[in-house]
């Protein structure tokens, strides 16, 4: 176990000051970005600004300067950048995120003694005071100044010396005409002594993940399905199916495990017990005497096979994510090898997993209170270590709320630390705190509770927590429309329209968002009266007809390319909900900071019927005066559109469920 045990523990606060007498005059407070006081970091993208903001003032009417101070976590000198007043005491600065590392920065603040002295000195001299002996301090000033500068800024203190000297000769107040001019002011802030210098007490934390962290569309497979009908396929007759995902646009392959399945109590068709052994089994159920969770099960191939699996799908401009469940079937080595790490009841057996009514006799979980804890978190870590080194960039882990925190906050910290292109999505449906916990505690990305979210006052309220206010620092959500555990009433009840909606609600409302698949196909039979798929994929070979009538394919295409031609909708938190007169009738609008890119879109909420109302759009949204109208096209249909402040809007679901609209300028 190495010193990364604990991620945050050596460097959650700068050392410590030496005792003196002096009196810490600068309150530095309020600062941003930051994340429970600086308990955990912060998450952005490389290429980003990172900026800083705090509330920073002293005592008194001396003239402060303060300074944002960062450095790559790993180094030892701390960079400087300057910040600026904003208003009301808050203060403002800036540093570059160059590199997919994470960083460390805090704040200093200091007072400028020149520009304090200068601020005086010209309120006296305008007083009409003698002010002989004030200029003789400011002389004083300009002189340490001047040893502290070289070239063209020492050139510029020694003519405002002299000057100085001359006006002290014959009248003082003269000088206030030059000394306090902004050439002078701005060498005094750079050059100057850092005067009383106070820093904050801690170092905060930023993560800057690569572009994938934030932005991508995910489709979930089992590999095995994707060959002959009640055939398990091989790694290699999968790879087949890539370009088809590939023409969808998606940008993740999101594999189910595909390690070793047990014998022992393999599930059968429908979550049953499959005694006959002909059942493939459940890819949850990890672990045979073909190995563990870094083995290949033997029906899908070798590691090698995944490998080229890999080198397959980077050729198509796709990544692979692997399924991480840390759990194991009654025959995975581990049991064998690590009986200490199952929880086993007093007669000596070993507790399943439930989750009731559910029964899961296939699968024993991990037991984190063992007191080899040490040891099973450093197999978990080479479990990873292992995939990486085999072209696994993306993990979705699964039930990561079942473990502990603390593991989670370690183990990605660990494996960023040597691998920081390296993203973890966090498939935790459970309560809100424990889904954001997990989110602070690292995961680059989080399932949400978008799935359930149907009515218009549910996505608004949602969304804006996710958008606004300290969220937003940490918790980027990835928005799966469904998972082969969740087909949710209103994809059931809905048709090919409820399918068509979620899509677009999904896909323009976060910049991350997923199918599994089958989606396109509007999949909809589930087993009565719950959210589980009838005859699940989970626990057989699930055939199927990717052409079939019905199908959206095209539409799920199209919206895709829409995606990855709008960076408006690479973003989440530039999410503006708009008023539409009509309850089953989402409006809102996304653009980019410069307004390059404004995207309107109108989704109805209502799969069965169609609805119409009046939408407002704010002019200064669309970058047009009051009473101006402007250009729109439709970019599911192509349909072009005059709107202006106040629209009509029809949406027939049995056509297109929604409007995208791009303005396209004024008219």
């Known amino acids: 176990m190495d010193d990364r045990l604990w991620p945050n523990a ?47 003032f002293r005592d008194g009417h001396e003239v402060i300067r ?26 403002r ?32 001299a305008l007083a009409g005071r003698d002010v002989t002996s004030d200029l003789l301090e400011g002389i ?36 206030a005409d030059f000394l306090g001019n902004d050439e002078i002011e701005a060498i005094a802030a750079q050059y100057g002594e850092h005067f009383e210098a106070s820093s904050y007490p801690q170092l905060l934390e930023v993560i800057a ?35 088809y995902i590939r023409d969808l646009g998606f940008d993740v392959v999101y594999l189910t495990p595909i390690h070793p399945i047990g014998l022992t109590n393999r599930k059968g068709p429908n979550n049953r017990l499959a005694g006959d052994g002909s059942s493939p089994g459940s890819p949850w159920a990890i672990g045979s005497a073909a190995g563990g969770h870094t083995a290949i099960e033997p029906s899908l191939g070798t590691v090698a096979d995944f490998e080229h699996f890999v080198a397959t799908a980077n050729r198509l401009g796709l990544e692979i994510a692997l399924d991480f469940a840390i759990q194991a079937s009654p025959d995975h080595p581990w049991v064998r090898q690590h009986p200490e790490w199952f929880r086993h009841r007093p007669d000596g057996s070993i507790k399943y997993a439930e989750n009731p009514p559910k029964e899961y006799q296939d699968i024993y979980p991990i037991n984190f209170d063992t007191e080899h804890q040490l040891e099973l978190m450093e197999e978990l870590r080479s479990t990873v270590m292992f995939w990486v080194g085999h072209g696994v960039k993306i993990f979705r882990v699964d039930n990561p709320h079942t473990k502990p925190v603390r593991f989670w906050e370690w183990l990605i910290s660990a494996v960023q630390a040597r691998n920081p292109e390296v993203i973890f999505l966090s498939e935790a449906f459970t309560r809100p705190k424990m889904m954001k916990m997990l ?43 469904n998972t082969p555990d969740i087909l949710t009433d209103i994809l059931q009840t809905g048709g090919r329209p409820a399918f068509k909606m979620r899509l677009v609600l999904a896909a323009t409302l976060s910049p991350s968002y997923g199918i599994y698949s089958g989606y396109e196909l509007c999949e909809n039979a589930a087993v009565p009266g719950t959210e589980e798929y009838q005859n699940s994929e989970k626990y057989q070979i699930k055939a199927r007809d990717w052409d079939r009538p019905g199908n959206i394919k095209e539409f799920v295409a199209l919206l895709n390319r829409i995606r990855n031609h709008n960076p408006a909708l690479h973003q989440l938190s530039n999410l503006q909900f ?62 072009v559109y005059t709107w202006g402040e106040r629209n009509y809007v029809r949406l027939d679901p049995q056509a297109e469920p929604a409007h995208i609209m791009r303005v396209e300028g004024g008219v």
């Open 209 to 243: 993940d690569r572009a994938r962290a934030s932005l991508g569309a995910w489709y979930e497979i089992f590999p095995r399905s994707l060959g002959k009908p009640r055939q398990p396929a091989t790694l290699r007759e999968a790879e087949h199916h890539l370009p």
């Open 66 to 91: 303060a300074a944002v101070k960062w450095r790559r976590k790993g180094d030892a000198v701390l960079n400087q950048a300057p910040m600026v007043p904003v208003g009301n005491d808050r203060w």
């Open 10 to 56: 050596a460097e959650t606060e700068l050392p410590a000051r030496p005792q003196t007498t002096r009196l810490a005059r600068h309150i530095i407070e309020a600062v941003s970005p930051s994340v429970d006081c600086g308990r955990f970091p912060v998450k952005r993208i490389v290429g980003d600004e990172c900026v800083v903001e705090a509330d920073i």
């Open 93 to 124: 600065g800036q540093f570059p995120l160059h590199e997919n590392t994470r960083y460390v920065f805090t704040i200093e603040a200091w007072t400028d003694r020149y520009a304090s002295w200068v601020q005086d000195f010209v309120k006296k």
């Open 578 to 639: 708009l008023p539409a007169d009509n309850d089953q009738i989402l409006f809102y609008a996304k653009s980019t900071a410069d307004n390059s890119n404004v995207l309107l879109i109108a989704v109805n909420l209502d799969p069965s019927q169609w609805h119409e109302c009046t939408v407002t759009v704010p002019p200064s949204l669309v970058g047009i005066a009051p009473g101006q109208t402007y250009r729109v096209v439709d970019l599911l249909t192509g349909s």
């Open 439 to 481: 989110a602070k505690a690292g995961f680059s990305q989080s399932y949400t509770y978008f799935t359930w979210r149907n009515s218009k006052s549910e996505i608004i309220e949602y969304l804006t927590e996710l958008t606004h206010g300290e969220t937003r620092e940490y918790f980027r959500p990835n928005f799966f429309t």
């Open 140 to 175: 004083r000033l300009l002189q340490a100044l001047g040893e502290r500068t070289t070239g063209i800024a020492r050139k510029s203190i020694e003519v405002s010396l002299a000057r100085a000297r001359e006006c002290l000769a014959m009248h003082a107040a003269d000088a």
